[in-house]
């Protein structure tokens, strides 16, 4: 008997970054790809992923206590196929905070409460993206603007990412 099973096919970039962590950007991090590299400074959370085209999108997640800054809107892309420069722009939030490029980002801690008494915290979250018109490259790197924290300078790690394939079934209906 044959039958067929809800599968998601498609090419992603996987990160790695010196002091990053690896995680999925789908559904509260628990589905999809491992396509999003996540670096952790002061209580600070900066999730980054590049998408074909070439997008780079920004997350940061900005906790109580915390202001953080972008010293400057430029992402700088490299590649075999080249060097290209974009800069970001703030992106309307889904449940994040909005606010304006070269503006604070202030943070904000809340505790939700889930079904059958489970507790969940979720910071401010701030969205940017880059559109980067560049040739399509199996590996690409990606340096960030410095990051000011409370009046701290902090230089991110460089990014690269990979293309791979990623398979995941029953993806459309597990969200």
Known sequence: MAGCMPVWVHNYYSPNADGGTVTKSTCRKSIGPPN?????KEGV???????DGVLIDVDIEVPSGKTVKLTNPMVTIKSTNGNATG??????P???A????GGNMVGETKIR?????GKRTDFNTYLI???IPFPKSDVIKVTLP?????NQNYMLPEITFTKDTFIEFFMPINC
């Not at 410095?146 to 409370?150: G, K, L, M, W």
């Open 36 to 40: 999003r590299s996540e670096i952790l």
């Open 45 to 51: 959370i900066i999730g980054v992923q590049a998408h």
């Open 87 to 92: 800069a970001f722009e703030p992106l309307i």
């Open 94 to 96: 889904y449940g994040g």
């Open 98 to 101: 909005q606010w304006q490029m």
């Open 113 to 117: 409460k889930l079904f059958f008494g």
């Open 129 to 131: 993206r880059a559109k």
């Open 146 to 150: 410095i990051v000011t924290i409370n």
